[in-house]
C-alpha cells in the first residue's frame, strides 16, 4: 500500500511558476506510475501529467504541454510537477496519485490518491 502526501501548492500571479511536490509511504513507491491530477469547482477530474515507475516514459494532457514537466526521485519516494507560465484556467485543487502502468491517463485506473493542494492562479 502507498500514502501520498502534496504539498507546494498556493496563489501565484500569471506567468508564474510553482513546484509541486508528492512524497509517498511504503517500500514499493517505485513499482507504481505516478500521477498528477486537477479538479476545478464544478468540473470533473482531469489527467494532468503522470510517470512511469523507471521514469523512462512521459505523458502530459495538451493544456500542459511545454509548460509543466513531470519527475520522479525514487531513492525520496517523490515525484514532482514544475509548473511555468501558468495561467488563471491552471486554478484547482491538483492531487497525486499512484497507480497502473496502462491507461495512465484515466484517473479510475489509480489505486491510491493524496488529499489534494490548492493551486490558485490570479490574473
Known amino acids: 500500500q502507498v500514502q501520498v502526501v502534496e504539498s507546494g501548492g498556493g496563489l501565484v500571479q500569471a506567468g508564474g511558476s510553482l513546484r509541486l511536490s508528492c512524497a509517498a509511504s511504503?517500500?514499493?513507491?517505485?513499482?507504481?506510475?505516478m500521477g498528477w491530477f486537477r479538479q476545478a469547482p464544478g468540473k470533473e477530474r482531469e489527467f494532468v501529467a503522470a510517470i512511469t515507475r523507471s521514469a523512462g516514459y512521459t505523458r502530459y494532457a495538451d493544456s500542459v504541454k511545454g509548460r509543466f514537466t513531470i519527475s520522479r526521485d525514487n531513492a525520496k519516494n517523490t515525484v514532482y510537477l514544475q509548473m511555468n507560465s501558468l495561467k488563471p484556467e491552471d486554478t484547482a485543487v491538483y492531487y497525486c496519485a499512484a497507480g497502473p502502468s496502462t491507461n495512465i491517463d484515466n484517473p479510475y485506473e489509480y489505486d491510491y490518491w493524496g488529499q489534494g493542494t490548492q493551486v490558485t492562479v490570479s490574473s
Open positions: 511504503g517500500r514499493t513507491f517505485s513499482v507504481y506510475t
